[in-house]
């Protein structure tokens, strides 16, 4: 299994970037899949989830109103479109496969735990 992030960059706060994530090895069709990002030093933070029909989704406060996740299971891809981006967004971003339909969640945060496989990291830098 592999899942392949892209779509990161450099950007300047205001901008917009679209992160896409390929998974190969692997059929997304039961399973929810969501984007996790981290900061150097710090814990890895849920971003975002999607659930495997695609009806919920989960959003941290910090993002809501402008990140927006997709999937196509026909193309084992999902999207991750971040607009009105802010330096606080910087971080190296990782798509990930949870074990299961749902997004799991804890504390009303997206669980690592719940995850099975994790994909490469892509690096978002917004600064001007």
């Known amino acids: 299994v592999q899942l392949q992030a892209s779509g990161g960059g450099l950007v300047q706060p205001g901008g917009s970037l679209r992160l896409s994530c390929i998974v190969s090895?692997?059929?997304?069709?039961?399973?929810?899949v969501g984007w996790f990002r981290q900061v150097s030093g710090k814990e890895r933070e849920g971003v975002s989830c999607v659930d495997s029909s695609d009806d919920n989704t989960f959003y941290v406060d910090s993002v809501k109103g402008r990140f927006t996740i997709s999937r196509d299971n026909a193309k084992n891809t999902v999207w991750l479109q971040m607009n009105n981006l802010e330096p606080e967004d910087t971080a190296t971003y990782y798509c990930a496969t949870f074990k299961g339909p749902w997004c799991l969640r804890v504390a009303g945060n997206l669980d690592p735990v719940g995850v099975d496989f994790w994909g490469k990291g892509t690096q978002v830098t917004v600064s001007s």
């Open positions: 090895g692997f059929t997304l069709d039961y399973y929810a």
